[in-house]
């Protein structure tokens, strides 16, 4: 158990339609990291926050947004969403700063199904 | 930019064999450097990361790790691996300065040991 939790679970739904997916990092850590896991694309960065504040943006499309809450917890959200949107999606979190390395300890993923 | 090449997507090997699985990467800044292993289902967990030091790095069940700035290899091993080891495996990179550490992950090594 790496102490990264990831809700829901499992989530199935239609296109067009929006999801949040919820992540809450490790006690202590202030960063939150999303990934994004295809069978095409691999795993690949979406966003980074650090104690609230985007840090870092990879390939995150303009349909998905994400935000980092004053507890630190995280949540994705996927709007519009198309058949290729169907993933699993990783959340995972470090301890940042000085003197950190931030070794990065990823929750058990949400898998997205569009249909 | 960074990228990372696993060299080979499927590996198949007998129970009790030893096995290397490749990774080499591609940076204009240091990195560090991460083995991730995910089993059926499940999330990434940390197998062993290089960050400095000692080329020769150890990790968890068994696996090591050896870095060659050089040749800009980060190649995993394990001198006699077990059914349990089945698994795919990721090497990533991240910058080991900045503010934006995000990985960037190869796409994957399965590995499959036969009884």
């Known amino acids: 158990d790496s102490g990264v939790t990831q809700t829901p679970k499992h989530l199935i739904t239609a296109t067009g339609q929006r999801v949040t997916l919820r992540c809450s990092p490790r006690s202590g850590d202030l960063s939150v990291y999303w990934y994004q896991q295809s069978l095409d694309q691999g795993l690949q960065f979406l966003i980074q926050?650090?104690?609230?504040?985007?840090?870092a943006k990879g390939n995150i499309l303009e349909r998905f947004s994400a935000q980092q809450f004053p507890d630190l917890h995280s949540e994705l959200n996927l709007s519009s969403l198309e058949l290729g949107d169907s993933a699993l999606y990783f959340c995972?979190?470090?301890?940042?700063?000085?003197?950190?390395?931030?070794?990065?300890?990823f929750g058990p993923g949400t898998r997205l199904t569009v249909l | 930019a960074q990228s990372v090449t696993q060299l080979d997507s499927q590996v198949p090997v007998f129970e009790e064999a030893p096995v290397e699985l490749r990774c080499n990467y591609s940076s204009s800044v240091s990195v560090y450097l991460f083995w991730y292993v995910q089993y059926p289902n499940q999330g990434l967990q940390l197998l062993l990361k290089y960050l400095s030091g000692s080329t020769l790095v150890k990790g968890i069940n068994g696996f090591e790790a050896e870095f060659n700035k050089s040749q800009t290899s980060f190649h995993l091993r394990k001198p006699s691996v077990h059914i349990s080891d089945t698994a795919e495996y990721f090497c990533?990179?991240?910058?080991?300065?900045?503010?934006?550490?995000?990985?960037?992950f190869g796409s994957g090594t399965q590995l499959t040991v036969l009884p």
């Open positions: 995972a979190s470090s301890a940042s700063g000085a003197g950190y390395t931030d070794t990065q300890y």
């Open positions: 926050y650090y104690n609230g504040e985007e840090r």
């Open positions: 990533a990179v991240s910058s080991s300065s900045g503010s934006a550490r995000q990985l960037t």
